[in-house]
């Protein structure tokens, strides 16, 4: 099947049903919004997507340099796909550090686009390069494509009044019409898109759309390519789809809580990589009546939505990691309290500042146990970017009826991740339950008793300021359970501790019960929690297709967990436990089950490979010798 260009020369196009594609260049280059937009043509294409974009942890590295290297990958295919993929097909390297930081994993013959015009002497000694890869052999396993991106940007915009730094700017959109050329994608979703963002600086836009159109056209017109990829659009269940990241599908799950509520929604934070993302959509949406502070630190900002909640709204607060360490004792207070409000954790690599644009899920035991004493909070974990949209509703659900403080557990794999979301319609949703305690007209002299609790959920009133005949004590010091004043006796403390943590634990009535991929029972059972969800999928589809009996299990409800997985995990020979930490969900089920759990644990900022899983599973199952992954154990101790 060939196409012509409009020099008429041939152009085979060759169809594949995935390809995977890497941007990379300095953390200045724009290789995010290149990727974003790339991305955005794909979703419209009909593609189903995957993206991991990959954030400097500097602030701003030293221009060139390897810590400075900004990535970001898209996987597109014509069926569904559930990761961003292991290795890209296509590699498009802005300078050498970026090259060098990726080229390792980068497919076999895979492509190369290179800027070479940033391949001076000087770059390449600052990304550790002794001679030119370009020039000296190294590449010979791969196909490398040298355009000098820079000179015909420039060329492209000649004649705009734009000062050189600006010029050199616009060479990612070059790049990015260079690729959407490669892949057959229009431009006309990234004209639109330009129009729109910089109509109010005309003579950037014009260089943006130079640039863009440049690229598409050096695509059309060089010797160099001669091949095309297509990717068929897939199939989907019809309806109206957006591409959504984690953190925007959180912002929306939460107003989605409000509406089905219809209580005002109140989110206090302290902006923080990488949950800040929430803050931002959350304050375009005044218009529902959702209320944005941005605190002066994050124990003001537990504070405000524990307020709020009191008042009787939406009380919601967003952190990370060390935000979420910051808040626990105002948590607790809302433990106390027993106010339904939700704390959003979008999980990084630590521990301290750690890797703040990195993915880890090392928050688990802090969610569930980080606080002084016994102090029982629910906690869920949406499984892919638009899961997020779900299990934020599911965690206002929760806090309502139970009135809790739910800890909602994201990271910054989901976060910063994104794929194709179909918009549900409002009847589609659950619905949310809740009142307010009933206000006392009759004059009675009987005290109110906040803590008087319903026989199912153990949830007490709530009762809010200003409602007639419903005074009562609120705060951390211990509560009577029969009169709602300040109590020190022994045996009421240890009742209220009790009903506060058969209260979390009732919630089990209320959340489905866990299903498992697979088969019912077999050899391995694969457990995951979190963003881990894709990769563990995938390599236990795999692994089935080629004959073995393993299956999985994910698990969105951690605390508590569904009432049936207990019995699941009796049903397996083997249990296999992979996460971005050092063993915490791991910990938990052996701990509850008794179930010798094996853990799989990686702590490279980065999500897990699904080869990495195959393998950890064909090393259980006993056909293969023992698997570490390269940074694993063997190099500990500083060798490796």
């Known amino acids: 099947m060939t196409t012509e260009s409009p020099t008429r020369r041939e152009v085979r196009i060759e169809e594949r049903d995935r390809m995977t594609v890497r941007f990379a260049g300095d953390s200045g280059d724009g290789m995010q919004l290149t990727g974003t937009q790339f991305t955005r043509t794909t979703v419209i294409y009909g ?210 809580a409000s509406v089905l509520s219809g209580l005002p929604l109140v989110y206090a934070s302290y902006p923080i990589t990488p949950a800040s993302d929430i803050l931002h959509e959350l304050s375009k949406l005044k218009a529902f009546g959702v209320k944005t502070i941005q605190a002066e630190d994050e124990i003001a900002a537990m504070c405000m939505a524990i307020g709020a909640a009191y008042a009787g709204h939406l009380g919601l607060t967003g952190t990370s990691g060390p935000g979420l360490a910051l808040k626990s004792e105002a948590l607790n207070l809302a ?86 979301w179909r918009i549900p319609s409002l009847d589609e949703l659950p619905r949310i339950e809740w009142h307010y305690a009933a206000e006392r007209t009759d004059g009675a002299d009987g005290k109110f008793n906040p803590y008087q609790r319903d026989p199912v959920t153990l949830a007490r009133p709530w009762a809010v300021p200003g409602q007639r005949g419903l005074q009562h004590r609120i705060g951390g010091l211990e509560k009577s359970g029969e009169t709602g004043d300040i109590s020190y006796d022994p045996g009421n403390h240890h009742r209220m501790t009790l009903a506060r943590k058969a209260k979390v634990e009732r919630i089990v009535q209320d959340i ?32 089935r297709k080629a004959g073995k009996s393993v299956a999985h299990l994910h698990l969105r409800y951690l605390n508590p967990m569904p009432a049936n997985v207990g019995e699941i995990l009796k049903r397996y020979r083997k249990v296999l436990v992979p996460e971005l930490n050092t063993g915490q969900l791991c910990l938990l089920l052996r701990a509850k089950y008794l179930v010798d759990a094996i853990p799989f644990n990686k702590i490279a900022g980065q999500p897990f490979k699904i080869a990495e899983i195959e393998a950890k599973i064909d090393e259980v199952l006993g056909l293969r010798g023992p698997y570490e992954l390269e940074f694993g154990p063997a190099s500990v101790l500083g060798g490796g």
């Open 47 to 256: 593609n189903d997507i995957a993206t991991l974009p990959d954030f400097p942890a500097e602030i701003r590295a030293p221009q060139g340099s390897l810590p400075g290297v900004s990535g970001f990958q898209l996987s597109f295919a014509s069926t569904d796909i559930k990761t961003p993929g292991d290795q890209p097909d296509a590699l498009v390297a802005l300078n050498p550090a970026a090259l060098r930081v990726n080229i390792g994993d980068l497919k076999p013959g895979g492509l190369i686009i290179v800027d070479e015009a940033e391949f001076t002497p000087q770059n390449l000694k600052k990304a550790g390069y002794e001679s030119n890869p370009l020039e000296d052999g190294s590449l010979s396993g791969y196909q490398v494509f040298r355009v000098n991106i820079t000179k015909q940007t420039e060329e492209a915009l000649e004649g705009l009044d734009l000062p050189p730094n600006r010029r050199y700017q616009s060479r990612n959109f070059y790049a990015l019409g260079l690729v959407l050329w490669l892949f057959d994608r229009t431009l006309d979703t990234t004209i639109k898109w330009a129009t729109d963002r910089f109509k109010r600086n005309p003579e950037i836009l014009e260089a943006n759309l130079r640039a863009l159109k440049a690229g598409y056209a050096f695509g059309e017109t060089t010797e160099m390519f001669h091949v095309r990829y297509e990717v068929p659009p897939a199939k989907v269940q019809p309806g109206l789809y957006r591409h959504i990241s984690g953190n925007e599908a959180t912002a929306l799950g939460f107003l989605a």
């Open 335 to 420: 433990v106390m309290a027993e106010l339904p409000v939700v704390v959003i954790d979008v999980q990084r690599a630590g521990p301290s500042t750690g890797m703040p644009t990195k993915t880890e899920q090392a928050d688990l035991l802090q969610a569930m146990f980080g606080r002084n004493g016994d102090s029982p909070v629910a906690v869920v974990a949406p499984a892919t970017p638009s899961d997020c949209f779900t299990m934020a509703i599911e965690a206002f659900r929760i806090a309502l009826k139970y009135m809790v403080p739910v800890v909602f557990l994201s990271e910054g794999y989901l976060a910063n991740g994104s794929e194709p």
């Open 512 to 543: 489905p019960p866990a299903s498992v991929e697979g088969p019912e029972e077999g050899d391995l059972l694969v457990v995951g929690w979190g963003g881990t969800y894709g990769a563990i999928s995938t390599a236990a589809e795999n692994a």
